[in-house]
């Protein structure tokens, strides 16, 4: 065979912003989401997790799914599919809302932006197209639009971002509420921002058409240079995101529709997400179940630990004892923590047990020896890391 | 009157730490501090408008991970954050740069040298290997191998297990590295000069050794056994600069109940019947407490503010001449943008972490005989950072700051007392050597404040301007730091202590000094300690 191969069908896409994130990333280091390249790091997760927790960070999230759902039945058919309630969203304001299916068992979080009375935008992790559509069934006035292709997005975090932003030209960014949603037009760059983020700190979302991406990007960046401005991957958001105590689909829960074995997924109290359902809203998917859940209440718990010493518990188990003889829950996603300095990790711990002495397990490993450690576990109920600066409205300049 | 349960003379990082974990076991604690501000040499100030220098200390990775945590000073304000790229220029104009990252750092060592390249993964698990049994001692205090105690049997115990745990070549090697010469250690790995250069740096900085002096292999290891979250070796800056490390500590303390007072100036310490208990300040006031402890220099502490009649024989001669040798300059820049180096890319990771000119192995050491006969260093080695350009609060935005420090600088001159032109003189051959590899670095400079041991030993309070309150000489480290017989932070008067860099672990922004007194003042008052017993997790 002389030719090359044809791999041109098997190879993850580009997302719009690939022209410029390629040259940062220095070993080549991408994983792929819903089908684009992704980065898991730049150049070191470290360095870029202190980025954003220190001067701010641009992270590539074009491969996020963007659904436009509009007409008269928009808000019923949004209200009837999430557990919370979208009738009681302002125009401009974004909501993190949850969807479970007749079971109550989680299928994706995700977050809506209400555009205008009848106007929405819908983003989640994974491809929803077809749970959006049976969703709709009986919704006649409505139109779903799947616009991931056609937005880019990119998320700016950190506590310069907003002096950043405003330097760029953004006037009135400083207004921006914590969940609010504002319009730009730079020249002919015309796009949308909104103050929200997956890292507990100051930070936007900047949401623009996938052929005005590079012209957003160099503007940013260019805006962003003197205010320490670096892109980041998915390792530093993973740090970020579980310091902040966010949840991850493929850590804390597994998707329900994707779901094999029986209750192998999760319901929102059990991962903690109480306030996210409201029962005083007219009927919505999973209600019954859910409202049974919440009488008898959940039979696993997903629990904030700080942990003895510095050994990340990821994939540990929990022990209701030191001397580990049974096991209680195990930890979904578990690192060591720059900021607090600490040991942190959510653990899924059978309800019944929380109140008691938790020890989790531990194996690491030292150039190339196996090691295990029985580490004192301490529940937190607030987030690890939430810094005052982040909810400042202005924010400060740093 | 009121009388304190501990008075801590010195808000400095490690009697800031003292306090606070004294406070912690329920005493009352007062911090006396000379200036109008904490900190010591830990401090973050605002010498030209919209500028924060660190004008002292200027980079972190000795403050243990243990007392951060158990302090929680991330809830008291304070953030470190890890700096890379680092730029070591060679007297041809050449540079040698340290990546942070693995395969890039291999490269350029490979462009250099692929013998030395390979040898840099070989000394890299030496030096860890060294560092690993160094950390492990430095939040336990230092068996007294005369005393023989229960305590102190278990802890030379403790010494010997670690160095048995090397095997018996290793041990060989190792006693072998102390009493070392840097030249002579890196010789045995190294063939390329600028490479031996850029390493050996670490083996002078802050101390009166040359490269070619025995025991500078030691001062290269203290540099490198620090940690940013575990990563050892690695170097940090304080948000905010390091007053922000006093700063969160001086909250700590404070959050405990203890109480700290500026514009404080201790001359003496009140003893009655061979104990201490109080201080007298130098407008007169008397405060009397139960212990008093001394974070200033061993020698400052007897011989400037206690009676030489309290103390028993020889201790005043001894401490008179506990080693201190002033030998490091800080020059710190305002500058209006980045500066640019000649023949080294651009880009964020090398040309915005710091810069060494270190020249060759032959210039550090004549930069050290120029010390030797009593002169600033014509051709310093100097260690820049550009904390500015990792930190944003630090200067605007745009504008940079640069802390850069100064290996060698005498508290005395030859030729007569330090004079504001000679110390000039001293900043203009700093700026010279900058600008040889960067033109133009000249016109950056908006305000620049030049300080030789001299303003260091005025303002800090540190004798001869020793960033180590005293030399990290073997004959001064472990059990014989201050000095034999004194190394367990107790003073030769009863309800004495002393908490500062002069005690063991020695110098370095650690707070293990501060912390490790605590812990034989609360044992010595029979109250449960405080501070944390396992330092690092490194196993």
């Known amino acids: 065979m002389n030719s090359a191969p044809d791999f041109s069908l098997e190879r993850a896409l580009p997302t719009p912003f690939h022209a410029r994130t390629q040259a940062f990333n220095l070993e080549g280091r991408w994983s792929s989401w819903n089908g684009y390249l992704a980065a898991e790091q730049y150049f070191d997760a470290e360095l870029e997790y202190f980025k954003v927790r220190n001067a701010c960070g641009i992270y590539d999230i074009s491969p996020m799914q963007k659904y436009h759902v509009s007409g008269r039945d928009a808000e019923a058919m949004l209200n009837r599919m999430v557990t919370r309630d979208v009738t009681k969203m302002r125009v401009g304001r974004v909501s993190y809302v949850l969807w479970c299916t007749g079971a109550g068992r989680l299928i994706d979080d995700g977050t809506i932006f209400r555009l205008a009375e009848d106007a929405f935008m819908l983003t989640c992790g994974s491809p929803s197209t077809a749970w959006l559509k049976k969703s709709a069934i009986g919704f006649d006035d409505l139109v779903i639009k799947d616009k991931s292709d056609d937005l880019a997005a990119l998320s700016f975090q950190g506590p310069t971002s907003c002096a950043a932003l405003r330097c760029m030209g953004l006037d009135g960014i400083e207004e921006v509420r914590p969940f609010e949603i504002r319009r730009f037009e730079l020249g002919a760059l015309r796009f949308m921002a909104s103050r929200t983020g997956f890292t507990g700190d100051l930070g936007y979302e900047l949401w623009v058409s996938a052929e005005d991406a590079l012209a957003l990007w160099d503007a940013l960046y260019a805006a962003g240079e003197d205010f320490g401005i670096h892109p980041f991957g998915e390792v530093a958001t993973n740090m970020l995101r579980l310091e902040a105590g966010f949840i991850m689909p493929g850590a804390e829960f597994n998707e329900a529709l994707k779901t094999i074995r029986f209750e192998h997924d999760q319901t929102p109290f059990e991962l903690g997400l109480d306030s996210m359902v409201d029962f005083k809203k007219p009927h919505f998917n999973g209600r019954t179940a859910l409202l049974a859940e919440s009488k008898r209440g959940p039979r696993v718990s997903l629990t904030k630990l700080d942990i003895e010493g510095n050994k990340p518990a990821a994939g540990s188990f929990i022990y209701n004892s030191k001397a580990c003889r049974r096991d209680v829950g195990y930890v979904t996603s578990g690192i060591w923590s720059p900021v607090v300095k600490a040991n942190i990790a959510f653990a899924m711990i059978e309800s019944k047990h929380i109140s008691g002495e938790l020890w989790a397990h531990i194996n690491y490993e030292k150039e190339l020896r196996h090691y295990s450690k029985i580490a004192r576990c301490q529940i937190k109920q607030s987030p690890f890391y939430a810094p005052q600066h982040a909810k400042l409205t202005p924010p400060a300049d740093f | 009157m009121k009388r304190y349960d501990a008075i801590v003379i010195g ?31 830990a401090v973050s100030r605002e010498l030209y408008d919209g500028w924060t220098y660190s004008n002292c200390s200027y980079v972190c990775s000795m403050m243990r991970q243990v007392l951060h945590r158990d302090l929680d000073l991330g809830r008291h304000g304070l953030m470190l954050i890890p700096y890379l790229g680092t730029i ?4 041809a104009g050449n540079a040698l740069i340290s990546y942070h990252s693995k395969s890039a750092a291999y490269n350029e060592l490979k462009r250099h040298s692929r013998h030395d390249a390979d040898a840099k993964l070989r000394i890299r698990a030496d030096l860890t290997r060294y560092a690993l049994i160094i950390r492990k001692t430095l939040l336990r205090t230092p068996p007294d191998p005369a005393w023989m105690r229960i305590r102190d049997i278990r802890e030379l115990l403790f010494l010997a297990k670690q160095f048995w745990s090397l095997g018996e070549k290793e041990i060989y090697e190792y006693v072998r590295f102390f009493t070392l010469s840097a030249a002579d250690f890196l010789d045995e790995y190294f ?71 500026s514009e404080a100036e201790v001359v003496r310490v009140l003893v009655r019947h061979g104990r201490a208990c109080g201080v007298v300040l130098a407008n007169g006031e008397e405060i009397h407490s139960k212990i008093v402890v001394s974070n200033l220099d061993a020698k400052r502490t007897f011989t400037k503010i206690m009676d030489k009649r309290d103390l028993p024989p020889g201790i005043f001669e001894k401490a008179s001449k506990y080693k201190f040798h002033g030998s490091s300059g800080k020059v710190n820049i305002a500058l209006d943008a980045l500066p640019k180096f000649t023949g080294v890319p651009d880009n964020p990771y090398v040309n915005r972490g710091s810069q060494a000119y270190p020249g060759s192995m032959h210039t550090l050491e004549r ?39 100064i290996q060698y600088c005498p508290a005395e001159l030859s030729d007569g007392p330090w004079t504001p032109e000679k110390r000039d003189a001293f900043g203009q051959a700093v700026v010279e050597r900058i600008e040889a590899y960067s033109p133009g670095f000249k016109d950056l400079i908006l305000h620049m404040e030049v300080r030789t041991p001299h303003e260091i030993e005025q303002e800090v309070g540190l004798t001869e301007g020793n960033i180590f309150q005293g030399e990290l000489t073997i004959d001064q480290l472990l059990f014989n730091r201050p000095f034999p017989g004194y190394a367990q932070y107790r003073m030769p008067v009863k309800r004495m202590y002393m908490c500062g860099s002069s005690t063991h672990p020695g110098g370095g922004v650690s707070s293990a000094c501060g912390a490790n007194a605590a812990r034989e003042i609360l044992l010595d008052l029979r109250k449960p300690s405080t501070v944390p017993e396992d330092d690092c997790d490194d196993e």
Do not use: Q
Request: charged residues 15%; glycine residues 14%; negative net charge.
């Open chain 2, 11 to 41: 808000a400095g990082h490690n009697g800031l730490t003292n306090a606070a974990y004294l406070a912690k076991a329920g005493l009352d604690v007062l911090v006396v501090e000379k200036n109008d501000y904490i900190g010591g040499a």
């Open chain 2, 88 to 91: 070591n220029f060679g007297d």
């Open chain 2, 191 to 261: 063939e390329t000069d600028l490479i031996k250069a850029s390493m050996a740096s670490s083996g002078i900085i802050g101390t009166a050794l040359g490269v070619h002096s025995p025991g500078s292999s030691y001062i290269l290891l203290h540099h490198v056994m620090g940690d940013v979250d575990g990563n050892v070796g690695a170097w940090g800056l304080a948000r905010g600069g390091m007053g922000a490390i006093s700063k969160a500590l001086e909250s700590a303390l404070r959050s405990f109940g203890g109480a700290v007072r």
């Open chain 2, 367 to 405: 930069a050290f005989d120029c010390w030797k006969r009593g002169r600033f260093s014509d051709v310093p080695f100097i260690e820049s950072v550009i904390p500015s350009a990792w930190d944003p609060t630090v200067a605007p935005p745009g504008k940079h700051w640069m802390s850069n420090f």
